[in-house]
């Protein structure tokens, strides 16, 4: 059983403002994408940090298989 959420995350009220004004359909696909493609980058960055701090190869990533 699902129970009510008491407070919501920033983010949250940010997105809940926005389906509150009712956008169409393909405005709400382009928002999703837009979404994944930001936190996509964010991931991949934070990877390619840790991939230079700890000298990762391409030669040490093909051993690894």
């Known amino acids: ?3 009510k ?3 919501y995350s920033n983010i949250q ?3 809940l403002k926005i389906y509150d ?3 169409p359909d393909d405005v709400l696909v382009e928002l999703k994408n837009n979404m994944a493609r ?3 980058l ?3 960055a934070k ?3 840790i991939w230079f701090e700890k000298n ?8 690894a298989d």
């Open 1 to 3: 059983m699902l129970t």
């Open 13 to 15: 009220k940010e997105l």
């Open 38 to 40: 930001f936190f996509l």
């Open 42 to 44: 964010k991931m991949r």
């Open 21 to 23: 004004t009712n956008v």
């Open 5 to 7: 959420k008491e407070s």
């Open 47 to 49: 990877a390619d940090k």
């Open 56 to 63: 990762f190869t391409d030669e040490l990533l093909s051993k």
